[in-house]
């Protein structure tokens, strides 16, 4: 069956610029997460969704950082002024029990 | 605040070779996860590990839990080349609102002819 889809699977931003990383999770699944995987690190808790309600936002870096899941299903990682630091591959997972299914990812690279 | 250690970081094995991943956890926890990650690819889940003394095999890889000493290990058995990857250890928590994984650095293993 279909897995979690990310989109666009690679981002080039100027700095100051807004992005948009879409997610589109595993049909019924009901928990939604977002991470962010630095160069040769391992993949760091941005924020959680239940349904659509953000359950857990402790890791998003700062206010620039936005996640939106209006309806339970799609979830929209919104960045603004974007900045170097940023540059990151920005994973999505769903589940609906214990076990978490990851997307490809979208590699962002700020300029 | 939870930490998730692994060892090592960077592993060069030959073909044949027999060797253990590390990985160690600072509180308690409900659940262990391994996945293994090729260069420029997402995330593939290997292990899910539910309970103290829980061991899982798949092929040439072997997973096991001691909860009362916050340790997992990944034991590799006669490696092949095509095991090379970044192996990473989780650690998650389901109570409350809390669903998250906490990763580890990852071990980059690569296996030699």
């Known amino acids: 069956g279909a897995g979690v889809s990310q989109s666009p699977r690679y981002k080039v931003a100027k700095r100051g610029q807004d992005v948009a990383l879409r997610c589109d999770p595993i049909s019924g699944h009901v928990s939604l997460f977002w991470y962010q995987q630095a160069l040769g690190q391992g993949p760091e808790f941005l924020t959680y969704f239940q349904n659509e309600a953000q359950l857990d936002k402790s890791g998003l870096p700062s206010d620039r950082f936005f996640a939106e899941r209006p309806e339970g299903s799609v979830s929209t990682l919104k960045i603004q002024r974007t900045q170097q630091e940023d540059s990151a591959v920005y994973l999505c997972?769903?589940?609906?029990?214990?076990?978490?299914?990851f997307g490809p990812g979208t590699r962002l690279t700020v300029t | 605040e939870l930490k998730v250690e692994q060892n090592p970081l960077f592993l060069s094995m030959q073909e044949g070779k027999n060797y253990t991943i590390y990985c160690n956890y600072s509180t308690t926890s409900d659940r262990l996860y391994w996945y293994r990650q090729d260069p420029g690819k997402s995330l593939e889940s290997l292990f899910v590990?539910?309970?103290?003394?829980a061991v899982k095999q798949e092929g040439r890889l072997m997973a096991s839990l001691d909860t009362k000493a916050r340790l997992s290990t990944l034991h590799i058995t006669a490696a092949v080349h095509d095991l090379s990857a970044t192996y990473f250890c989780a650690v998650g928590f389901y109570g409350g609102s809390q669903g998250n994984l906490i990763f580890g650095k990852g071990t980059k293993l690569s296996v030699k002819p």
């Open positions: 590990l539910l309970s103290n003394g």
């Open positions: 997972a769903s589940s609906r029990d214990y076990e978490q299914y």
